[in-house]
């Protein structure tokens, strides 16, 4: 069932702080708000409207069987199809309920759509709005905390596999490979295309080339990858050296642990501005005269494997018990090697909880 079963009227001050209704057009909104998965999340397969008692789920008579395992007291679903569109069936429960403003996300509707439910509601209010299921996503319950925490215990899992496979002559394509087949086997599948990185390849943050040239003795590997349980996404990277490292990697990946760790130790004594984990973590770095990320220290991770809010120096934003965010410093040296030490963490009301469990100290294979 959708995340609001029980609680439905947290919607009325959060969702619908000033419209009688949410249209909500973004998929993974329409998931966590009903519980309703399709087979092409970047298509429109279903809508929600979410009113101060009732959320409706729009969808086709492909999903007819589906949507009736999310229809209950508080949740109804509502079929659609080419003779009853979705503008149809909305105005019909505007009508309804006598719904007159209804908001919409928008980040996701198109131009086109926009002008397209203008002229089906001549009589309602549209209204955007922003972010608002987004803000809801931001805090786990138990439930999505237990997916969260399977994710990252399998992904730490996938760590060890992988490393025996780290062996002269494999490839990055192989061990992406590697990587996907064994979380699809074991988890839900992956949280995103994992990032398989050789020596100079790890200087670019999101490489994602996967080149064929055989792993040789004396290379560093960088792997950022996660599971998937239920929809929520789990996310770590570690770096690794096969043979002896260099004396730079080695320097460089012993400023990287004590960037990640310090921000790590502020959190867990309940430092809670992004902004302040963001900025210490950068001065470890510059202090090592070392070139300073060039993305966020962290960002929050939850359906989606990015989500907000972002630890990050331009803006200072709170991190609140319930949130589950990564806390990821690195270095890049352009065209000669990039580290990166990345941890998932749970924020607690007084603590932190480390999900990313692997170890983090030098691992030579």
């Excluded at 560093?220 to 990277?237: E, P, Q, R, S």
């Amino acid at each position: 069932m959708g995340i609001f079963h029980g609680i439905i009227g947290f919607m009325r001050s959060v969702v619908l702080t000033d419209t009688d209704g949410l249209f909500v057009t973004n998929p993974t909104n329409v998931r966590y708000l009903t519980g309703f998965r399709g087979v092409s999340p970047e298509e429109r397969e279903a809508y929600a409207l979410v009113t101060t008692d009732t959320i409706y789920l729009f969808t086709s008579a492909l999903y007819r069987e589906t949507a009736k395992q999310f229809s209950g007291v508080h949740q109804k679903a509502i079929e659609i199809s080419y003779d009853h569109p979705i503008t149809a069936a909305l105005s019909e429960v505007c009508d309804k309920t006598r719904i007159k403003t209804v908001g919409f996300e928008e980040t996701n509707l198109t131009v086109w759509e926009f002008q397209t439910l203008k002229q089906s509601l001549p009589g309602i209010t549209l209204t955007p709005t922003h972010g608002r299921v987004e803000a809801l996503r931001q805090m786990k319950n138990t439930e999505e905390l237990k997916s969260t925490r399977l994710a990252a215990s399998l992904t730490d899992r996938c760590f060890a596999y992988i490393k025996q496979r780290l062996k002269p002559g494999i490839t990055e394509g192989k061990l992406a490979w590697e990587i996907e087949n064994f979380l699809n086997f074991k988890a839900g599948g992956n949280a995103f295309s994992p990032i398989v990185a050789f020596n100079e390849h790890s200087a670019m943050p999101h490489y994602h080339e996967r080149g064929n040239n055989p792993l040789r003795k004396g290379s560093l590997v960088l792997l950022d990858f996660g599971a998937k349980i239920n929809g929520y996404c789990a996310d770590m990277t570690r770096v690794v050296f096969l043979g002896t490292p260099k004396d730079a990697w080695v320097s460089t990946y012993t400023t990287v642990l004590a960037a990640n760790e310090k921000a790590l130790a502020l959190l867990k004594n309940g430092e809670r501005n992004g902004a302040t984990l963001d900025a210490v973590a950068r001065e470890v770095i510059a202090g090592a005269n070392l070139p300073v990320y060039p993305h966020s220290l962290g960002h929050a991770v939850g359906l989606e494997i990015h989500e907000a809010p972002r630890l990050t120096i331009k803006k200072a934003e709170t991190l609140k018990p319930g949130m589950i965010v990564t806390v990821e410093p690195g270095v890049y040296v352009e065209g000669t090697y990039g580290i990166r030490i990345e941890d998932l963490i749970h924020i607690n009301a007084n603590s932190i909880e480390l999900l990313s469990k692997s170890t983090k100290e030098i691992t030579i294979l």
